[in-house]
């Protein structure tokens, strides 16, 4: 997409661009661009009520003293903005400090943060009918959100590989136990809209020393529980870190964060220990890792953690 494009799109937002940048441009479009302040023009192809949906959710949050991108309207009153097949939003960019790698202070920010989200979209009334790429349970018809279920996906991933491992009949047997435990009390867990990306990398440290969350695009309804164990097990594991508290630790420091903000009720402390080893054992950077895996021994010491990780619920 050229220049000229670009500034045109923009021009239906009333932003006369000054300077574009565009900083990727094919499946999916990204510029930057100056005006009066700075924005950032996002496009892809992609359903436009749900990339509507998306803006709107981040609105409400902005409504309700939460720092979020803020999303522009067009000439037509709406968020989204379609042209050429893609749907484009443009948002103001957030100032503020980017976020490299997690800290033991950013692990209580964080489970806080998410925390008093949770306790905002509590009190809206969803703007979405899809799930999450977090969700659980939507039985993989197809890669759409909804229908996605990546955890389950990667437990296929293992099974193909370490079928014939002699741990892996436990294994599999913990884990659809633990599955079905946690689809028969599924639909009655708190949930509700939640932002779909909840990550370090999509936020910026603000001036006020407030964290800024932008990045709406997999925004939809989940599970509470299951963002909260999702995002923790994400940032306690998998992500850069630079302190001394060890993975559990991290992992405990960012759900007591949350859960100051909005505790667990009955049932959600229940499931917890079931779900965050579920999620643990089978995420699917851990899993692709442990299938890449050529030495025999490391294969052998792979799976004993997988079932030292499911054995810990």
């Known amino acids: 997409m050229y220049t000229e494009q670009i500034s045109a799109i923009c021009k239906k937002y009333d932003i006369d661009p000054v300077e574009v940048d565009r900083l990727r441009t094919s499946e999916k479009v990204l510029a930057r661009v100056k ?8 496009g892809e192809r992609a359903e436009l009520s749900y990339w509507e949906a998306c803006c709107q959710y981040a609105q409400l949050l902005h409504e309700n003293n939460m720092h979020v991108a803020r999303y522009l309207k067009n000439r ?6 379609e042209q050429e097949c893609f749907v484009f939003t443009l948002e103001r960019v957030l100032t503020g400090q980017e976020l490299t790698c997690m800290t033991d202070a950013l692990f ?14 509590m009190q809206l009334k969803s703007p979405f009918t899809t799930a999450t790429s977090w969700s659980l349970f939507g ?3 197809t890669e759409n959100l909804g229908d996605y279920d990546e955890n389950e996906l990667s437990f296929f991933e293992f099974r193909d590989y370490y079928q014939s491992h002699p741990l892996y009949a ?15 009390a599924w639909a009655e867990l708190p949930q509700g809209a939640v932002q779909g990306d909840f990550c370090y ?19 939809g309804n989940e599970v509470y529980l299951n963002e909260a164990v999702a995002v923790a097990v994400y940032h306690a594991w998998h992500a850069p870190y630079e302190g001394n508290l060890t993975e559990q630790e991290r992992s405990l420091l960012f759900l007591a964060s949350y859960t100051a903000e909005r505790p667990f009720i009955e049932s959600e402390r229940v499931l917890l220990p079931i779900l965050k080893s579920v999620i643990r054992a089978f995420r699917f950077d851990r899993v692709e890792a442990g299938v ?11 799976v004993q953690e997988t079932l030292d990780i499911l054995r810990e619920a």
């Not at 037509?76 to 903005?81: A, E, I, L, R, W």
């Open 292 to 302: 890449s895996l050529d030495d025999e021994q490391k294969r052998n010491e792979f």
């Open 139 to 141: 039985g993989n018809a």
């Open 108 to 121: 209580y920010e964080l489970g806080s943060l998410l925390g008093e989200q949770h306790n905002v979209s």
């Open 170 to 184: 436990t294994i599999e047997s913990l884990y659809l136990g633990y599955r079905k435990v946690l689809q028969r």
């Open 76 to 81: 037509d009153g709406c968020y989204v903005t």
């Open 201 to 219: 990398y999509n936020m910026v440290q603000e001036e006020n020393g407030k964290l800024g969350i932008f990045d709406f695009n997999l925004a």
């Open 35 to 42: 005006s009066n302040s700075n924005y950032l023009l996002k």
